[in-house]
C-alpha cells in the first residue's frame, strides 16, 4: 500500500522560509514519479491543485513557470524523502501543500499537473502572515 506522508508546515511571518518533507512508503518499483502541489485557500470546486515541482526518477526537476527560483526540490533515495525547500514566502503561498507521485518508465515531461498523479499524501497547512 502507497503511502505518502507531509511534514513541515506551519505559520510563519512573509520573508521567512520553510523546508516541508514528504516521506513514501509501498512503492514496488523504483520508476517513480514526484511533484508538490498546492491548494489555496477557497479554491473553487473542481480546480485543479496547483502544481509546483515534479522530479522523475532520473533526477529531471520540471519547475512550474511562476516558481521564480522560490521553491527548490530534493529527493533523497535512501531514506525515502521527498523535500521542498520554500524561501521567502509571501501570504500569496498560504495554503496545503501535497506530494504526489506515480509511476511510469517515463515520467511525463511537462509541468507537473494535477490529473497526471495518482498517489496523494494529507497534505501539510503552510500560513504565510504579512
Known amino acids: 500500500q502507497v503511502q505518502l506522508v507531509e511534514s513541515g508546515g506551519g505559520s510563519v511571518q512573509a520573508g521567512e522560509s520553510l523546508s516541508l518533507s514528504c516521506v513514501y512508503s509501498?512503492?514496488?518499483?523504483?520508476?517513480?514519479?514526484m511533484g508538490w502541489f498546492r491548494q489555496a485557500p477557497g479554491q473553487a470546486p473542481g480546480q485543479e491543485r496547483e502544481?509546483?515541482?515534479?522530479?522523475?526518477?532520473?533526477?529531471?526537476?520540471r519547475y512550474a513557470d511562476f516558481v521564480k527560483g522560490r521553491f527548490d526540490i530534493s529527493q533523497d533515495n535512501s531514506k525515502n524523502t521527498l523535500s521542498l525547500q520554500i524561501l521567502n514566502l509571501k501570504p500569496e503561498d498560504t495554503g496545503v501543500y501535497y506530494c504526489?507521485?506515480?509511476?511510469?518508465?517515463?515520467?511525463?515531461?511537462?509541468?507537473?499537473?494535477?490529473?497526471?498523479?495518482?498517489?496523494w499524501g494529507q497534505g501539510t497547512q503552510v500560513i504565510v502572515s504579512s
Open positions: 509501498g512503492f514496488t518499483t523504483k520508476n517513480i514519479c
Open positions: 504526489a507521485a506515480y509511476t511510469a518508465l517515463v515520467c511525463v515531461s511537462w509541468q507537473p499537473r494535477e490529473r497526471d498523479f495518482e498517489y
Open positions: 502544481g509546483i515541482v515534479s522530479i522523475g526518477h532520473n533526477g529531471v526537476t
